[in-house]
């Protein structure tokens, strides 16, 4: 296998023997002078073949320890759930992490409730989001609410094969760009839907939208800092709200007030990198 790219230390764009382009995991197979033969392969951990150009962007702007970090809990959910795992979940779940640290520092008000409801349905994904959560303390030093347990085990969750996704993947597109057509209209902006904070606004849009089909939204008690922001970011409440009503009249369950402030703080991340 040929190292052709650096994109840190431990990961790397490689060509196989057939040359196809990949993205290998493993450590230190960055850091030898490029391009060389990576004779070795017991190195690498884990490779992805055919990533959206997003995924390349997200390996640049996360930081290098966290990309690891959310290797390691990948390949230990990989071994203790039996359903295969969206290859994507790497990325996705590194994307989290980071946002939630930055969350943490920025939105220090922000409450977030552990769900006994995720822990009794499901038990084998929360003991896994669990040990993310110590690993990430422990490597990082940083002190996680324990509600990310929830998040992360949300992740394991929907980062399982499903049929049922797949069926309703058309209806939830549809829905998607309606949204992007309601936030550029709300702001007069054009989104580019080739960007990678499109496409990250995306993946957050798709929990946000499977939270509300499975009845499992945000309800954490944070109405002070909601109302804060409502005033401060009015004409982002404005969009969320007319997104939260989009949403209702297509599935029939109204947003809370935590998952509009979420979606508050998605909408304000993608306007600042769009304009």
């Keep these: 296998m040929d190292v052709i790219k650096k994109i840190n ?27 060389y033969e990576l004779t070795d392969l017991s190195q690498i951990t884990m490779t992805f073949y055919q990533l959206n150009n997003h995924y390349y962007q997200l ?9 690891d970090i959310s ?17 994507n979940m790497v990325f996705n779940l590194a994307d989290h992490i980071h946002f939630a640290i930055t969350r943490m520092q920025k939105y220090k008000d922000m409450k977030l409730v552990f769900s006994y409801d995720i822990e009794q349905l499901y038990p084998k994904e929360t003991e896994l989001a669990k ?10 030093h940083v002190t996680l609410p324990e509600a990310e347990i929830t998040n992360i085990a949300m992740h394991f969750v929907n980062g399982q094969a499903e049929i049922e996704q797949a ?22 902006v054009k989104l580019d839907k080739t960007e990678f904070s499109y496409n990250r606004f995306v993946m957050h849009l798709r929990y946000y939208i499977k939270r509300i089909q499975d009845e499992e939204q945000f309800m954490d008690s944070n109405e002070n800092l909601f109302h804060t922001m409502k005033e401060s970011m009015s004409k982002v409440y404005e969009c969320a709200a ?8 297509e599935l029939g369950i109204e947003s809370t ?12 991340r993608i306007i600042k990198n769009t304009q």
């Design 242 to 249: 007319t997104i939260a009503k989009l949403i209702y009249r």
């Design 71 to 87: 290797a390691e809990i990948v390949k230990t959910a990989q071994i203790q759930l039996n359903n295969n795992l969206n290859p």
């Design 257 to 268: 007030d935590d998952e509009l402030m979420y979606l508050m703080i998605h909408i304000n």
């Design 131 to 140: 040990y993310a959560v110590k690993l990430i303390q422990k490597t990082m």
């Design 167 to 188: 069926e309703n993947a058309p209806n939830i597109d549809r829905l998607i760009d309606s949204v992007a057509n309601l936030i550029e209209d709300a702001f007069a």
């Design 59 to 67: 390996l640049a702007e996360i930081p290098q320890h966290i990309l």
């Design 9 to 35: 230390n431990n990961v790397a764009v490689c060509r196989d023997a057939n040359g196809k382009e990949l993205v290998a995991f493993g450590k230190g197979i960055g850091f030898p002078k490029l391009p």
